[in-house]
Antibody
Framework: QVQLVESGGGLVKPGGSLRLSCAASGFTFSDYYMSWIRQAPGKGLEWVSY????????YYADSVKGRFTISRDNAKNSLYLQMNSLRAEDTAVYYC??????????????????WGQGTLVTVSS | QSALTQPASVSGSPGQSITISCTGT?????????VSWYQQHPGKAPKLMIY???NRPSGVSNRFSGSKSGNTASLTISGLQAEDEADYYC????????????FGGGTKLTVL
């Protein structure tokens, strides 16, 4: 069965850095686009970034562009999010998610069919 | 402020039907059939309920259905059950500067 397990969250000071990881299993990781999505405490969902199956195509939300870097290691079935220059407003549960994918066309379908359990990032002094 | 607009709350009695709207623009909901809906219970990860406007993933009850008209998408839940009480979020691809995904602010469904 598909499993996504995030790790790396914790408490960090404003301006600090953190690297999140997501370990994938139960599917052919290298076939799928992957995304990071976050949810601030008591708030709604916010898409953060996605990366194509090969890693050649990457997009970010304006709120994190220039500060966060998404990457993947298909040999290790792992997705990463390097977060730099962290701000209080980055405090959230961060989920990794598998994107829907059309195998015939090779197109990302921009929905998220499997989610991890999330990892909490708290930015505070 | 979310990119897609949803009502903050809706409610219904068991057995009734409710509809949650999700309003965007021609750059997202109105321009593409990449609208999806998610259910989230407290403390849990979101669960995909509808994708590509009206498709249901395997295992999701046929009481859940989706549609779209112009810049507004809708999620309808028929035969409301107590376990349907949750937060619901819509999302869509957007051709705005991010070329990514935008979510609605979420709707709290209360089953009376």
């Amino acid at each position: 069965q598909v499993q996504l397990v995030e790790s790396g969250g914790g408490l960090v000071k404003p301006g600090g850095s953190l690297r999140l990881s997501c370990a994938a299993s139960g599917f052919t990781f290298s076939d799928y686009y992957m995304s990071w999505i976050r949810q601030a405490p008591g708030k709604g969902l916010e898409w953060v970034s996605y990366i194509s199956s090969s890693g050649s195509t990457i997009y970010y939300a304006d709120s994190v562009k220039g500060r966060f870097t998404i990457s993947r290691d298909n040999a290790k079935n792992s997705l990463y999010l390097q977060m730099n220059s962290l701000r209080a407003e980055d405090t959230a549960v961060y989920y990794c998610a598998r994107d829907g994918y059309d195998f015939w066309s090779g197109l990302n379908l921009y929905y998220f069919d499997y989610w991890g359990q999330g990892t909490l990032v708290t930015v505070s002094s | 402020q979310s990119a897609l607009t949803q009502p903050a709350s809706v409610s219904g009695s068991p057995g009734q039907s409710i509809t949650i709207s999700c309003t965007g623009t021609s750059s997202d909901v109105g321009g593409y059939n990449y609208v999806s809906w998610y259910q989230q219970h407290p403390g849990k990860a979101p669960k995909l309920m509808i994708y590509e406007v009206s498709n249901r993933p395997s295992g999701v009850s046929n009481r859940f259905s989706g549609s779209k008209s112009g810049n507004t998408a809708s999620l309808t839940i028929s035969g409301l059950q107590a376990e349907d009480e949750a937060d619901y979020y819509c999302s869509s691809y957007t051709s705005s500067s991010t070329l990514g995904v935008v979510f609605g602010g979420g709707t709290k469904l209360t089953v009376l």
